[in-house]
């Protein structure tokens, strides 16, 4: 299977007409008139929001040449990615020093992942389907509820304009993929389609020292059938939409076990949004949606965890004064079926939150309540209270603060006793609490057409922090006192001409503050660099992401060392509706870990062909 995260972004670099062309920008922070939504679930200008959010494109997914969303998102400041072996392998997102399963992920509005483990598959979310992602950097559980403690990304599928393109593409370890989009508009009618097959021959996921005997050398392949439809109706005062989205992924394993061993995934989503206007500052939206995500394992222990999420939201937006004013109430319910009998399968959480945004000439304050009553636990009540002020027209100073928590998983709490052999079991613990987390953050943004400089501060303290798997033998989660995470995260880009210039670099301290060990698979330091350039109508970039050493176990005493890696890519305008896209990964062939006992692909050569009439 086949993946390296591709990291780090340094320079980008266009011609003159470039400068004036967004779509050939690298995967930046925003452009200077970007408006975001899910930084405070209002339509904000993307330069008065008080959190970082990163805004990533269709264009931009396509100029990057990414074969999967972990090599996107590691061109994104203060973003650590790891992938368990090749293409289909898992995939985990931290943010700024956060926990894999503390990133609330949401596909057009609704959640998508697993109450089992508390993750998103993001590895199978098929990138060309993509029309916009919106990252949020920051504690959020003010505005969307629980899971949201390291930040929340939406992935906006393709619903907007008109046009249509196919690619096609071929590389190494056996990869090909075909996907065509569409979208079309009749008067006040629209319609988006989005098919694509991904399927890669891969390499042996696990390495001979994988833990508890996993390594197989045989390869391990990778399939994705994904297709997504989506409807909509627009008249003077309103809006409807319905998406449905839907894949099947199989992931080949590597297991102690004889015989194949593989995954089968199935992701879905579908969502109808209904939007009207009542009068000059006055909006509803009513989001009506469910998600499922259906993980089947065959291997010498077989099991099958599917969770199924049934959410319906209102959201009221107004004018009032010199600022917006949100109100809104959520009712989401999380249904568990499995081949494991827990104890409990099923919880409610039933929310109402508001929001007060104002920006009145150099001063910018952000509020945010919300409260959810969860079935399982009770009330939790999180807050978030924001104040930028511009010290110059494009120099701004901010600080904020948050307060959030993550409810343990259905796995974390109720997963039965089970011996796997070998001396190694694991257990649920009925008697865990919430996680929660307190986060502070000073920032400093400077931005104009030409350049973009941002530092931040944050600091996060994480109360019952659950360990769900300590690396030993006999384990079970447990919640530990508390963690901390400082950091400071630095992003910068410059456009000169034909050149245009990014960093990202992230120093953080994330670790156990009992124990004092180091929090797994967080680094001291991350980052990367890019450049791109333009030559008619060629586009060459480079770029080197760079991460240093982690530890696997809460212990420390597994560590993964550093690396660094290089890739190079070239997009060719063949013709006036036709675009080929060349990309070497691991260019100097370089051998590393992201995750303990998990290879690495090496040197890796894609080829792509785009045809999208104009």
């Not at 959190?51 to 074969?67: E, N, R």
């Not at 409990?344 to 009145?360: D, H, I, N, P, T």
């Amino acid at each position: 299977m086949q993946h390296t995260t591709r990291a780090a972004a340094l320079c980008a670099a266009l011609s003159a007409n470039a400068l004036a062309n967004p779509s050939l920008l690298p995967p930046a922070e925003f452009t200077l008139d970007e408006i975001v939504v899910t930084a405070t679930r209002i339509p904000t200008p993307a330069r008065e929001v008080l959190t970082d959010v990163t805004v990533l494109t269709a264009d931009q997914i396509w100029q990057s040449g990414a074969t999967s969303l972990a090599e996107l998102l590691a061109t994104v400041p203060g973003v650590e990615v790891t992938v368990n072996g090749g293409l289909g392998g898992n995939q985990n997102v931290r943010v700024r020093g956060s926990s894999a399963n503390h990133l609330l992920v949401l596909i057009d509005g609704q959640r998508l992942g697993s109450a089992t483990t508390g993750a998103t598959a993001l590895e199978h979310l098929p990138l060309h389907a993509i029309e916009r992602i919106e990252l949020v950097r920051a504690p959020a559980s003010n505005l969307y509820g629980m899971d949201a403690v390291g930040g929340v990304m939406q992935v906006f599928t393709k619903q907007a304009g008109s046009g249509a393109s196919a690619e096609v593409g071929m590389g190494a370890y056996g990869y090909r993929k075909t996907s065509a989009d569409m979208v079309t508009r009749q008067g006040p009618w629209r319609m988006a389609l989005s098919l694509g097959y991904v399927e890669n021959d891969g390499f042996s996921s696990a390495s001979p020292k994988a833990l508890w005997n996993a390594y197989d050398p045989d390869r391990d392949a990778y399939r994705n059938d994904a297709g997504k439809l989506g409807f909509g109706y627009a008249w003077r005062d309103g809006d409807l939409s319905v998406d449905v989205m839907h894949l099947d992924a199989r992931t080949e394993l590597d297991d102690a076990n004889p015989g194949q061993d593989y995954s089968d995934q199935t992701l879905a989503s579908r969502s109808l949004r209904l939007k009207q206007s009542w009068g000059p500052g006055i909006q509803s939206t009513l989001h009506l949606g469910g998600s499922e995500d259906n993980l089947v394992t065959v291997s010498g222990n077989p099991s099958r965890f599917k969770t199924s999420q049934q959410q319906t939201t209102l959201e009221n937006v107004m004018r009032l004064g010199q600022g917006d004013f949100l109100l809104g109430a959520e009712h989401l319910r999380q249904e568990v079926e499995s081949t494991s009998s827990f104890t409990q399968s099923a919880r409610e959480v039933k929310s109402l939150f508001a929001g007060y945004g104002m920006k009145v000439d150099s001063h910018t304050i952000q509020f945010n309540l919300r409260h959810d009553d969860n079935s399982q636990f009770g009330a939790k009540t999180t807050g978030g209270l924001g104040y930028g002020f511009l010290l110059q027209p494009r120099l701004r100073v901010h600080v904020t603060g948050a307060t959030a928590f993550k409810a343990p998983t259905f796995n974390d709490l109720y997963f039965p006793f089970t011996d796997y052999g070998g001396g190694w079991s694991y257990a649920g613990n009925p008697n865990l609490k919430s996680e929660r987390a307190r986060n502070l953050e000073l920032g400093m943004t400077l931005n104009d057409a030409t350049r973009e400089i941002k530092a931040t501060l944050y600091r996060q303290r994480v109360s019952d922090l659950i360990l769900a798997s300590s690396g030993e033998a006999a384990d079970a989660p447990v919640n530990v006192g508390s963690a901390e995470i400082d950091g400071l995260e630095l992003f910068g880009r410059k456009q000169s001409g034909p050149l245009a210039l990014e960093l990202g670099m992230t120093r953080q301290n994330a670790i156990n503050a009992e124990s004092r060990k180091k929090l797994t698979y967080r680094a001291n330091q991350f980052g990367y660099l890019k450049s791109i350039l333009q030559q008619g109508k060629t586009v060459w970039a480079a770029e080197v992401r760079f991460e240093g050493p982690r530890f696997d176990d809460t212990a420390n005493t597994r560590k993964v060392s550093g690396y660094g890696v290089l890739n190079l890519s070239m997009t060719h305008e063949l013709a006036r509706d036709w675009q080929l896209r060349m990309r070497m990964d691991n260019a100097l062939d370089k051998g590393y870990e992201q995750v303990y006992g998990f290879n690495t692909p090496g040197r890796s050569v894609f080829a792509t062909l785009r045809y999208a009439p104009k």
